[in-house]
């Protein structure tokens, strides 16, 4: 079955215990994007990739980091995770030939940074 | 600045009832625009997109959008609404084609029987 996995779904931490958050594909995608979810604000981009070991940042990149080693994974890494970092995270890729490639969504990971 | 604005962030509907989500962006072309949907737990689902041609764009579950240039609007209809249905909604651009989406703030669907 074609997906988006990303782990752990849930996850408590402390503030400043570094902490990844997994995302693999299966479809052999170019393209990967993480993404946060706050209420109110919708979705915000954190990170994106073109390919392998080509990577960029999207909108609210403070905090965090990613590497694309392999084209099925794309970890989304926190150094010195803080409160304000709570959130829903989704991962997400596609072909990434232009908006003719819609993107599919991992079922995301909630994130609490006490 | 460039924005996507979802107006309403809550809408209540009975089951069986048409509905209406309104979407409008500032932009100053057109947008590749996208409907997308998340349920309870759930990452997001592609409901349907429109990239040029015919306006009213035909999506998966029986939704339909119809993009309005003079008002830069992307309303998202469904004739009869469902109780599975009930869920978020998410606008979302993307102005250079190249896969970065900006979203709007989402409206929450609730169904009542």
């Known amino acids: 079955e074609a997906q988006v996995t990303q782990n752990p779904r849930y996850l408590i931490t402390v503030t400043g215990k570094k902490l990844t958050v997994t995302c693999s594909q299966n479809?052999?995608?170019?393209?990967m994007s993480w993404y946060r979810q706050d209420p109110g604000l919708g979705l915000r981009q954190i990170y994106y990739?073109?390919?392998?070991?080509?990577?960029d940042k999207g909108d609210v990149p403070e905090g965090y980091k990613v590497s694309r080693k392999e084209k099925r994974n794309f970890p989304l890494i926190l150094e010195s995770p803080s409160p304000n970092q709570t959130s829903l995270y989704f991962c997400a890729s596609s072909f990434g030939q232009g908006a003719d490639s819609p993107l599919h969504f991992g079922n995301g990971t909630r994130l609490t940074v006490t | 600045a460039q924005s996507v604005t979802q107006p309403d962030i809550h809408i209540t509907v009975s089951e069986g009832a048409s509905l209406e989500l309104r979407c409008n962006y500032s932009y100053g072309a057109t947008p590749y625009l996208f409907w997308y949907v998340q349920s309870p737990g759930q990452g997001l689902q592609l409901l349907l997109k429109?990239?040029?041609?015919?306006?009213l764009v035909q999506g998966i579950k029986g939704f339909e959008a119809e993009f309005k240039r003079s008002q830069s609007s992307f309303n998202l209809r469904k004739p009869s609404v469902h109780w599975s249905d009930a869920a978020e909604y998410f606008c979302?651009?993307?102005?250079?084609?190249?896969?970065?989406?900006?979203f709007g703030t989402g409206t929450r669907l609730t169904i009542i029987p």
């Open positions: 479809m052999n995608h170019e393209y």
């Open positions: 990739s073109m390919n392998v070991e080509v990577t």
């Open positions: 979302a651009v993307d102005i250079f084609g190249n896969e970065k989406l900006t």
């Open positions: 429109y990239f040029s041609g015919d306006t």
